[in-house]
Nanobody, 123 residues
């Protein structure tokens, strides 16, 4: 599967953005799909994931209640809706997918990656 991320940009603190990850090649519902982010000078970290076969979602603590991950089978796309954005959310965001075989939290368990989309939150 090939992944294409989009939707990043510059937003003020408290604002919202929606990131999209369009999949091609195979139905993204065949995979666990996730979002990771990498802030300047920091390691890439898990943000959110969704498993279609159980309909479960997972979030890192710092985004719970503010971010929502969801998928659209008809568009073969999954999204990260980000609300109440904070300057510490500034990062390059990556979408990723894996077969249902690894941890949803570990980037090394994701086989497929999209290019990053940059999110900048100004204070």
């Amino acid at each position: 599967v090939q992944l294409q991320a989009s939707g990043g940009g510059l937003v003020q603190a408290g604002g919202s953005l929606r990131l999209s990850c369009a999949a091609s090649g195979r139905p993204v519902s065949s995979y666990t799909a996730g979002w990771f982010r990498q802030a300047p000078g920091r390691e890439r970290e898990f943000v959110a994931a969704i498993t279609w076969n159980g309909g479960r979602t997972y979030y890192t603590d710092s985004v719970k209640g503010r971010f929502t991950i969801a998928g659209d089978n008809a568009k073969n796309t999954f999204y990260l809706e980000m609300n109440s954005l904070k300057p510490e959310d500034t990062a390059v965001y990556y979408c990723a997918a894996q077969h249902y075989s690894g941890s949803v939290y570990l980037e090394n368990d994701y086989r497929y990656w999209g290019q990053g989309t940059e999110v900048t939150v100004s204070s």
